[in-house]
């Protein structure tokens, strides 16, 4: 592909979908391609790849406030101000739970003795890595931290330089579920969404929440259908509407509970079974995918 590194992101409604597995299982078809896990809440993909750490970064993860003790005068304004009760008077001393406080600065405002101060936590991270599949740049968001749709900025952004630095064809993105700040901003530039979705009409609402949403940035979109033949009925539903909506179904996975026991493994089920029927599956889904990059 003589052109820029075509950007593929894989989303879903909600989480559990199986989109994941589809990138694990598509990874050994893509040739020269560097991945990004944007599902910072939880991300797992470098649990498939296990890839050797190159380097972790400290990324913002929001601001707290916090009272210096020595300067505080004990007149309760702040805790009286702050509504999200985020600080308590124990022990003789007023002080600032960090997981209940958002930040705002109110009390940093509204404090006479100047006593406290807002500071910058660093507790997300920025991860580069290297797999048998090819370089893979992820971001880890701190408990009840903030920033998650920055981090996935960050990580999509450096997935980039890493591409053009390599001279790779494709750029393959395990994306954040559901429809939120983190899934937007995995899905501004890319060049295609792929997503991933079950035979349920939780699923297919989850499906038709997610369209909307990529709707609003015109991104091509293709669809695969996971675990389609749990109920044959409904996934027939699901390619009717999408036919209507002039949506392509790229691919269609039955359930098989051997791709559990290769992700247990550590392996996509191409690498623990190539010769099984589902490989193949998986393989005509990324052939489907090129074709889709090439007319777009």
Known sequence: MNRKPFEIVILSGKGGTGKTSLVAAMAGFTGNCVFADC???????????????????????????????????????????????????????????????????????????????????????LVYSHSRFGSLVYGRLGIGEENSGKLVSEVRKNAREKAVQTGADWILVDGPPGIGCPAISSVTGADLVIAVTEPSRSGWHDLERLLEMTGKFKTPVGVVINKYDLR??????????????????????PYEEKVVQALVEGKSLPEALPDHPLTGVFREIWEKIERMAGDI
Request: proline share 5%; glycine share 6%; aromatic share 6%.
């Open 39 to 125: 599902d910072v809440d939880a991300a797992d993909l470098h649990l498939i790849f296990q890839p050797q750490l190159l380097k972790e970064e400290l990324f913002p993860s929001g601001s707290k406030a916090v009272i210096d003790q020595q300067d505080c005068t004990s007149c309760g304004v702040c805790m009286d101000l702050c509504r999200f009760y985020a600080i308590q008077f124990s022990h003789g001393q007023y002080a600032i739970d960090p997981f209940a406080c958002e930040g705002c600065g109110l009390c940093v405002v509204a404090c006479p003795a100047e006593a406290i101060r807002i500071e910058e936590n660093h507790l997300n991270a």
């Open 232 to 253: 044959e009925e409904m996934s027939e539903k699901i390619e009717k509407a999408l036919e209507q909506r002039k949506l392509p179904v790229l691919g269609k996975i």
